[in-house]
C-alpha cells in the first residue's frame, strides 16, 4: 500500500516562489502517475498539474508558464515549483499517486492515494 506525503507550503509574498514535495513510501512510484490538486476555501479542489511515470506533464491554464510539476523515481518523490506566486494560488495544495492510464480528474478521485495536504498562502 502505497502512502505519500506532501511538505513545502508556507506563507509568501505575491511573486515569490515556492517548492513543494511529495514523499511515496511502501512502493516504487515509477508506474504511478502522480497529481497536484489544490482546494481554495468555498472552491472545488481543482487538479493544477499532474506527471505520469514515463514524465508526461500537463497543466491547468492558469499555472502555465509558473508552475512546474516533476518527479525522481529514485528518491520515490514528486514536486510541485511555483514561480511567480498570486493571491489566487491560496489554497490548500494535494498529492495523489495513482496506477491510472488517462491523468483525469476523475481516475485520480476513484483510484488515487491521498495525502494531508500542505497550505499555501500568498498575500499580496
Known amino acids: 500500500q502505497v502512502q505519500v506525503v506532501e511538505s513545502g507550503g508556507g506563507s509568501v509574498q505575491a511573486g515569490e516562489s515556492l517548492r513543494l514535495s511529495c514523499v511515496a513510501s511502501?512502493?516504487?512510484?515509477?508506474?504511478?502517475?502522480m497529481g497536484w490538486f489544490r482546494q481554495a476555501p468555498g472552491k472545488e479542489r481543482e487538479l493544477v498539474a499532474a506527471i505520469s511515470g514515463r514524465g508526461d506533464t500537463s497543466y491547468v491554464d492558469s499555472v502555465k508558464g509558473r508552475f512546474a510539476v516533476s518527479r525522481d523515481n529514485a528518491k520515490n518523490t514528486g514536486y510541485l515549483q511555483m514561480n511567480n506566486l498570486r493571491p489566487e494560488d491560496t489554497a490548500v495544495y494535494y498529492c495523489?499517486?495513482?496506477?491510472?492510464?488517462?491523468?483525469?480528474?476523475?481516475?485520480?478521485?476513484?483510484?488515487?492515494?491521498w495525502g494531508q495536504g500542505t497550505q499555501v498562502t500568498i498575500s499580496s
Open positions: 511502501g512502493r516504487s512510484l515509477s508506474t504511478y502517475s
Open positions: 495523489t499517486v495513482a496506477q491510472i492510464p488517462r491523468m483525469t480528474v476523475e481516475a485520480f478521485v476513484d483510484l488515487g492515494t
